[in-house]
């Protein structure tokens, strides 16, 4: 691809460092782009080597730039708008803008039948709604966007936890997400524990952000359980109840194992306790060129 390439950025998101995530970004619709939107490896190609009223596919494109788009297949994809509105402007949407679309059919039916059995209100028809699920688009995106606005019943566990064990593909991921649902401590631990019981998961991360109920008391419990102890990142933002633990007192207070990560909200009343980076003395040398 050849050409003054300044028409966007290229997006890495390290929130998790061991799953990095990727886009394209291009603003003031340059090349027809989605202004402040991601952009794929394909589109980004498709809109940048041929002219807007040109008609032109994959195949046209350069071997190169094919085999360079073909190499980032399997790597995570930055598909939220939200996601890079956040992180540029500060700004951080609510839960009924994160789904500011209309919900699938599959996801209404979902959510239709996950309302019978609150209706219903009995641990008997909940078991049998979530004996019944399977992993479909529209069965995760009901449960995310259920769990988003309202905080189910215990007699809804059954579903939460078969829920969650299909909408993370656990056999694929080493972080069980849980984060910005409103799940009470007593869920978040039947969940956990219920995904530490099965050998075929390899979970090393946890990240329980936004379920604000979650105290020490929630997280000693959980680092008790069997298999915790293969957990050693942990993150815990939008937890008011425990943002006053300093990060590295935080593994040592619930029981994880020497070593383990912490992320937290916590930021300390008495700054004197950061100690800034400083660089290293110079040797007089002159450094070499690159």
Not at 164 to 192: G, H, T, Y
Request: hydrophobic share 35%.
């Amino acid at each position: 691809m050849s050409g003054d390439n300044n028409s966007g950025f290229t997006v890495i998101d390290v929130t998790n460092p061991f799953s990095p995530a990727y886009c394209f970004w291009g603003w003031n619709e340059d090349y027809g782009f989605p202004a402040g939107h991601p952009i794929d490896p394909e589109g980004y190609a498709l809109r940048y080597c041929a002219e807007l009223e040109e008609e032109t596919v994959f195949e046209d494109l350069e071997q190169a730039v094919q085999d360079a788009i073909l190499a980032l297949q399997g790597e995570r994809f930055i598909g939220s708008k939200h996601i890079l509105d956040e992180a540029w402007n500060n700004w951080c949407p609510t839960l009924d803008e994160m789904d500011d679309e209309a919900p699938s059919q599959d996801a209404k039916e979902f959510m239709k039948a996950l309302g019978a059995v609150t209706k219903a209100g009995n641990m008997e028809s909940a078991q049998q709604m979530a004996d019944a699920l399977s992993a479909t688009f529209g069965m995760v995106e009901g449960l995310r966007r259920t769990l988003r606005r309202k905080r189910l019943p215990k007699y809804c566990d059954p579903v939460i936890v078969k829920g969650f064990l299909i909408a993370q593909d656990l056999s694929q991921s080493n972080e069980l997400n849980l984060s910005w649902m409103r799940l009470s401590p007593a869920q978040v631990l039947k969940v956990v524990r219920t995904v530490l019981q099965d050998d075929s998961f390899k979970i090393s991360s946890l990240d329980i952000s936004g379920n604000s109920d979650i105290t020490v008391g929630t997280l000693s419990d959980i680092f008790k359980l069997r298999s915790a102890s293969k957990i050693t990142r942990l993150y815990l933002f939008g937890c008011p109840k425990v943002e006053d633990v300093r990060r590295a007192d935080m593994p040592g207070r619930i029981g994880m194992e020497e070593g383990a990560e912490v992320y937290n909200s916590y930021f300390p009343e008495d700054l004197s306790e950061f100690r800034p980076w400083k660089p290293k003395l110079r040797s007089g040398r002159p450094r070499p060129r690159v």
